[in-house]
């Protein structure tokens, strides 16, 4: 592959020349920081530096994948084991890797998140309404003696705090306090699996706990942690019940692991990048100092002008602390004209105390900066979007209104709407949080990972039509959690919500996996040349005939081949003397075993292989046969073996004989396998019965929902499942057209038209630009990484002219144009900032102080992102409940304003 040329400049090369040491690179926007990235990379493989060793941390999956794209084009395949990824997708690939997660664990999304906070918070209100005085002083006191190991200070529950908490409880809704948000800062550093040395994050946590809601008081600020801590507590529980875990788990188990003396793969980097490093949170500092080797070369490269996601738990000030001594600068910008630049540095001097000073290599652009001011909002919002409609008309020209709000972005949006102009909305309610894209995502998730229970759960629920079912036979649960609950109580006796989509769901998979059991199958293997069926040729074929557990009839059959046997004789030890003097031609053999087996249910350890390899060569031999072969009843002993001992460390055959004392020989050999996996399987089917009785009575309350569940979607699931066995090669519009034209012939399921509309739009113009057709399980294999994880920016191309975003939401993002609407006092800097920071509470007014540098840092972010023009709207009056309210032009404009050309 030829490598690109890359020229840097004498910055730049001397940070991509650091080989060892800890170094920061303060990269402000637009100085080649993508490029540096990925150079270092290729020095360093050139360097002859491990793959394996090298850590690339960035802060969003756009970034990620980007920086993906960009060093494999570069270097192709000598890349493959850098990790690239952002800190969480670096936590769950260590906690895999380590085997720290249960196989039938899920990670849950902001949604299902915000769906088990919620009851949390309900059922914790019923407790405690239904207590004394006594018993709620009880009930708080190991709260109370967990927040006190924290803030270091007495706090007793005085009659006067039991008295708020039964007002507390009273209330419809707990709104007044945002104990989500302390319950979010508390967990991570009061979490019983965390290390007990991590003083330097109970410090920060200590001191934004007494900040995180301007509306406590400092008198209340214990009795609502105390409350937090007591409605997470209930919260963990759950999702402990259901083997649910969080994006914060990730990181706590992580640390944990990380910082024990175990040994543990996916530690020990001697090379690390950290990029966007003044987005991190405390913990994640942690996470990746943990994972790396001492006297590990680190080079943090980030902008602390552009530190803006404090509410995500972000520290400009950890930041700094990290940053150290050895701090690089790289002042040239290769994204704007001088004037912009230029503007771009009174902001950061005047706001930000940074003297830093860049340059552009670009010359000044007249039209670079525009002011529009009308008398209202609506007037300026008017004279934007006819901009915006006239630049993005112009080729290759995008352009994006970056709002200071969520509000803003619904106005322009709506706005842009109404006028009939198409364009790309990120806002307050992610995509991905709703309906279609839930369900859809539900839908493919299960086709990627059969195993995927918060999937099924979601599926049971909206196919089943949960809400049917009384909310007291649901215990009180929403749909989504009493179908959690269920598959919960389902796993724990072998079976899954899958094993219902029978024409009756009375004879589930067990029910039939028994029937069969005490009848005739065949329990058969498979040795081969290799693990690609496309490629690989069977090379022996065995199978014994079992009744009620006894070996009736066996055969054994050898295959000739012209696939080189390569390195699978050490594993099967069949050699080409033993093929010569055995084997036949494939053909004759396949039917012979097809007469063996009669039509018969078909079992076999590790099903999905032996299946696989048997179809391929049934398509290719006996196509005639192909179909009568895929109707037939079929089960995985393996998979049986995990689902009833999922807490076994190996569900190898070989192990599975020893541990239960049954008689047969692991050899490989196919003959002996399937031999000792008749032993095995009597052992489940007997386990299948004893839990038979229990399924049933889980079941029962559901059982016209689980009805209902497999009459909707097991056509839906079958023509899925069979595109996958045929390898139906299809990109994401086909999945898309093969769902929706199903839930369209569903009365229960409706959705949103707008919403579907936009989900279908943006999924199907990214996954064109990102992903290559493909057999479908090659397709979810590539696809599915990105899914479970994308937010709805993540979907931007280049084909989206024009973008609709917070300011938040564009981090990272650069536009041609720029359009900052409705910038004015009480937006930006927001009216509650501005409020907080007149606060009686010197802590909250001093945090409220910090909040106003961060707003700065929000207009400095926006104006950064643009590459050839930013235009500024304010208005000079605004309605808000039928009053008008005078507004000022932001205070961020003030030393630039006069650089603007004024419209």
């Known amino acids: 592959m030829e490598e690109k040329t890359v020229v840097f400049n004498e910055a730049q090369q001397s940070v991509v020349d650091l080989s060892d040491g800890w170094h920061a690179c303060q990269a402000p926007a637009g100085s080649g920081k993508t490029e540096i990235l990925t150079e270092r990379v290729r020095k360093a493989l050139e360097d002859g530096l491990p793959p394996s060793k090298m850590l690339c941390i960035t802060f969003t999956n756009r970034a990620a994948r980007s920086m993906i794209e960009r060093v494999t084009a570069r270097m192709g395949e000598r890349t493959k084991n850098v990790f690239i990824g952002n800190t969480h997708a670096f936590a769950l690939r260590f906690l895999e890797e380590n085997g720290c997660l249960p196989r039938t664990a899920s990670l849950i999304e902001a949604s299902t998140e915000t769906t088990l906070w919620k009851n949390a918070h309900k059922r914790t209100k019923e407790r405690l309404r239904d207590l004394g005085d006594d018993a709620c002083q ?60 991590i003083d330097s994050l109970r410090e920060h946590t200590k001191s934004r706990l007494q900040v995180v809601d301007a509306n406590i008081s400092e008198n209340d600020l214990g009795l609502a942690s105390a409350l937090a801590l007591m409605i997470w507590d209930q919260y963990e529980q759950e999702k402990r019940e259901l083997a649910f875990y969080d994006f914060d788990d990730l990181l706590v188990l992580a640390y944990k692991k990380l910082s024990s003396p175990e040994p543990c793969k996916l530690r020990g980097f001697t090379w690390a990048q950290i990029d966007e490093a003044q987005d991190l949170s405390p913990i994640q500092w942690m996470i990746l100092k943990a994972a790396l080797a001492p006297n590990a070369h680190v080079l943090l490269l980030g902008d602390l002008a552009q530190s803006i996601y404090r509410f995500l738990g972000a520290s400009i000030e950890v930041t700094e602390h990290e940053f150290g001594h050895s701090i690089y600068t790289l002042s040239e910008n290769y994204r704007s004209p001088a004037n912009l630049v230029n503007a771009a540095n009174i902001l950061r001097s005047t706001f930000l105390g940074d003297s830093s000073i860049s340059t552009s290599v670009h010359p000044t652009n007249p039209t670079a900066m525009v002011l529009v001011t009308r008398r209202f909002e609506t007037e300026t919002r008017d004279l934007l979007i006819k901009h915006a409609y006239k630049v993005t008309r112009i080729d290759n020209i995008n352009a994006a209104f970056l709002c200071p709000s969520n509000q803003g972005v619904t106005n322009c949006s709506d706005s842009l709407a109404a006028k009939g102009i198409d364009h790309f909305t990120v806002g307050k309610n992610d995509l991905f949080t709703k309906r279609p894209a839930l369900d859809f995502l539900a839908f493919i998730s299960v086709l990627h990972n059969p195993r995927n229970r918060l ?113 699978s004789v050490e594993v099967h030890g069949i050699t080409p003397d033993i093929l010569n003097e055995k084997g036949k031609e494939i053909e004759s053999q396949i039917y012979h075993f097809l007469q063996f087996n009669a039509s018969r249910p078909l079992v076999a350890h590790n099903l999905p292989f032996d299946d696989a390899m048997l179809r391929h060569h049934l398509k290719k031999h006996f196509p005639q046969a192909y179909s009568a072969y895929k109707k037939l009843p079929k089960y995985c002993t393996l998979d049986l073996a995990r689902r009833f001992f999922p807490e076994l460390p190996s569900h190898k055959l070989g192990w599975l004989l020893t541990h239960f004392g049954l008689e047969g020989e692991n050899s490989h050999n196919a003959l002996d396998d399937v031999k000792a996996g008749s032993a095995l399987m009597a052992k489940l089917a007997e386990t299948a019965e004893s839990h038979l009785v229990e399924i049933s009575e889980i079941t029962k309350p559901y059982a016209d929902s689980l009805q209902r569940f497999s009459d909707r979607f097991s056509t839906l699931y079958a023509q899925a499942t069979e595109m996958i066995q045929d390898e139906v090669e299809v990109n994401i519009k086909n999945l898309i057209d093969l769902y929706f034209s199903h839930v369209e012939k569903l009365s229960n399921i409706d959705y949103d038209d707008v919403d579907k509309k936009e989900l279908i739009t943006k999924l199907i113009r990214h996954a064109e630009q990102s992903f290559e057709p493909a057999p479908l399980r090659d397709y979810l294999q590539v696809a599915m990484p990105f899914y479970q994880t994308a937010k709805e920016s993540d979907l931007i191309t280049k084909l989206d002219r024009l973008v609709v975003s917070t300011i938040h939401r564009s981090k990272g993002l650069e536009f041609d144009c720029v359009l900052i609407p409705n910038a004015v006092e009480a937006s930006i800097p927001s009216y509650r900032i501005m409020e907080q920071c007149k606060s009686h509470s010197e802590k909250h007014a001093e945090e409220g102080r910090h909040l106003l540098k961060e707003q700065a840092r929000l207009f400095y972010v926006a104006f950064t992102r643009a590459k050839h023009q930013v235009v500024v709207g304010s208005h000079r009056k605004q309605m808000i409940k039928g009053k008008t309210f005078d507004r000022y032009l932001t205070r961020y404009m003030n030393p630039i304003v006069a650089f603007f050309e004024k419209y």
Request: aromatic share 10%; charged share 25%.
């Open 455 to 567: 999937a099924w759960s979601r599926l049971f629920w909206r196919f089943g039509d949960l809400s049917k079912i009384p909310l007291a036979e649901r215990n009180n649960y929403p749909p989504l959690l009493a179908s959690a609950h269920l598959s919960a109580k389902l796993a724990k006796n072998g079976s899954e919500l899958r094993d219902f989509l029978v024409p009756d769901v009375k004879h589930h998979y067990l029910a039939q996996f028994l029937n069969h059991a005490n009848r005739t199958v065949t329990y058969f293997d498979t040795e081969t040349t290799g693990l690609d069926p496309n490629k690989d040729s069977i090379i022996q074929l065995a199978g014994v005939k079992i009744k009620r557990g006894e070996v009736r009839k066996e055969i054994d059959l050898y295959c000739k081949t012209n696939t080189p046997l390569g390195n």
């Open 138 to 197: 009880e009930i708080l006191a190991p709260f109370i003696k967990r927040l006190e190991s924290l803030i270091q200070a007495p706090f007793n529950a005085t009659s006067k705090h039991i008295e708020r908490v039964f007002w507390y409880a009273e209330k419809t809704e707990w709104d007044a306090w945002n104990l989500r948000s302390i319950a979010s800062l508390l967990k991570t550093v009061l979490d019983p699996r965390l290390p007990p040395n």
